[in-house]
């Protein structure tokens, strides 16, 4: 017999589920749009190649989908945009008319053990901007992931907005505390997990790297002083002037100028992609039940590069239905989600012919019906429709069909009344504003 | 180097083809709403177990990409979205208020050559009733796909609709000219590909196969006749009087009672796939460049019953985005699609916050502004503009940023005006609608 379950770690969405997709992807459309932005797609499956050029290793070899087609190409189900869209300009590098302004909500499939806001399948709004060399794409792209919130109804303190500088953690692993190469990776990727880790364990894991590079014990001191820091100001003064950390003031003070309060400084934000070259930044939902990263993004300008073309400016984020979702109902910001059906139109006897033209006619104005000819019991019938939550119900037997009328019965409140078609459709859309 | 392809065989989506694919699902999703149908998704990745039960066996063994995960599973792209949805109402047998109405319109991939029509990956609308056991069901899924047609503007003489029965199909194989079950089946099989072989091949193949099954060749000539009558009236008596004509009669007849005139009885229709049970529907294009299958479907009452539930009453239809668009092509009816964005804001010297505060304004308003603060050449900045088809652009300088005004001008006929931005705004939206 076969199983009823979707593959692991995926998710049916019958359309109860659908209707609240649908929403939250309308919300992200029209926001981005606003923008000027474009709305691309590519295909779900890649050469692997795309994804061993630049992304974390780890997500090549452990997390991704990836198999030898019967043409013996090495193939992946996508599991993140930025590859794919990098491809995509590069294709048309020339062409294209900059800044191009480009977003995509694609499925991304991570080979990985399913949990609360972390599944094999989601989809992810992914918004990127091109050409634009100065911080006006960042702020642009942070105004976006603010939009977004506060379109969905989100308040300022709901969500907190963390920005760092790769170009300033590399100073400062690399320059400051001399760690070479080998090591600063190995402590910027401890530093990436270390809200999911033990104090203790953090401490000690960077301990063991600094031993391991010969420097003194003293730096391990100095990294987890310099990572409580939580305001530029309070670094120590021969960081606190390098030029990176100016850029990202510059940023701040631009999302304060633009009404943005909730942007604030994280040093331990590192994101997980190899390819970002600059400024980062992350949207946390501030409940505590649900610390959880939302949105992420930042700029990587080398990436359309690897394809043999110039390389471009690029600025870009994405933002996940998972953790968008929880977001949503954490905060209790979900609205009531009408369905889009409005009439259950109800044939009694043998009076098909007649309520398909009614159900025409009703269609032509804008109404969408459902038609119901099983010969059930009309209780059993009111149920289905109440069950479906669809507002109207309309009956069609040998009087209505003789003398051309119908009666409109409205769920909420049983109102009744026999109508002709014109002025049935007519409340039913005035209803529906 | 990285390649700047897509995946053999699948597309890329640049924003102008993106365009016209929501159009057409659009066009698709409004539809289908005005007859009560409800969106649903399931996972692009499924057990393979689930094509191997009823799927045709060509698909799963030659045409499916499938691997085995991780975890040891065997897994598959989807090729199709009908084991999917029969799972998914299994899994909801009894909660389900019946007639249930779902569609979706989810990506497909099949392991094919490409050519003009066939793509490995492609869109495909699907929609199903569930729970209707009357000839109602194929009536209204006939209707939608006529009015999918008549809303993208054809006329009913640019496609046809083609019916036939598959239990007419088995009665006059096994019963009529009393073929064994093998032989019967190679014979549908051939007779599937028909008219993509010249007549003299698909003759002498089905002289063999009748030779095969030990018939006299007199039955070969018999089934060639048959196979040439176009009209149900036309056929042998016996054949004339089986009960499945009878059925399909009745729905012709039901169609031409609600202005369905471009409906014909072909006696060679017989669907690829094995779990149609009754009366199956395809539409063609009629212009003889392009005549292909644009959509297909038919009655499946057993596949549901297949995940250990009682079986419901299933019709459905495919239609997928690859010949749509063909289709839509060859007739010219594909209309000018607008771009989203309504307004490039050139920021002309230092003016950037105030063009923010501008921008933002615009958006509240409900138009869509692309903001430009590159500094480069106006000229240059225009002819941007005019690539993404944006209509207006609005110039915003230092005169501008002090008097609180904007420049507006209309890219159709260079028509320019200094403006408050509440009157910009207004001729912006005006020009919309």
Redesign the interface.
Known sequence: ????????G??????ED??I??YMFNVLRSVV????Y??????????L??YK?KSGQEIVNEQT?N?V???G?S?A?RPEMTPSVS??V???RQEL???A??YSIP?L?R?ERPQKGRLR?HWQLNVDVF??E?E?AE??LI?IADSIFRTFGASPDQYAIKVNSRKFVDYLFHDFFKLNKESAHKVIKLVDRMHKLETIKFESSLREIIAESKLESVVADEIITILKVKNIEYLPLPVRAHESLISLESLMN?LK??GITNCFFDISLMRGFDYYTDIVFEVFDTNPENKRSIMGGGRYDGLVG???VNPVATVGFGLGDVVLLDFLNTHGLLPKIE???DV?LIVLGNN??YA??VA?DL?KQG????????GKKVGQLI??AL??K?PYVIFIGDNEASNKKIVLRRLADNHETEEEVSSASKEILDNKQ
């Open positions: 017999m076969l199983s009823i379950q979707p593959y692991k995926a998710r049916d969405f019958y359309p659908k209707r997709q649908k749009e606003q923008y000027g474009e709305e691309y797609d590519s295909p779900v499956l890649e050469s190649d795309l050029a989908y198999f087609d019967r043409g190409r193939v189900i491809r995509m590069a294709g048309r008319a900059y800044p302004r480009w499925n499939w080979y399948e050409g634009i100065s006006h702020v642009e105004q631009h100028n633009i690897l394809f043999g369905v889009e059906t259950y098909f012919t398909s033209g025409s269609r109404v969408n019906v459902a038609v119901d000819s099983s149920k289905n069950k479906k669809i």
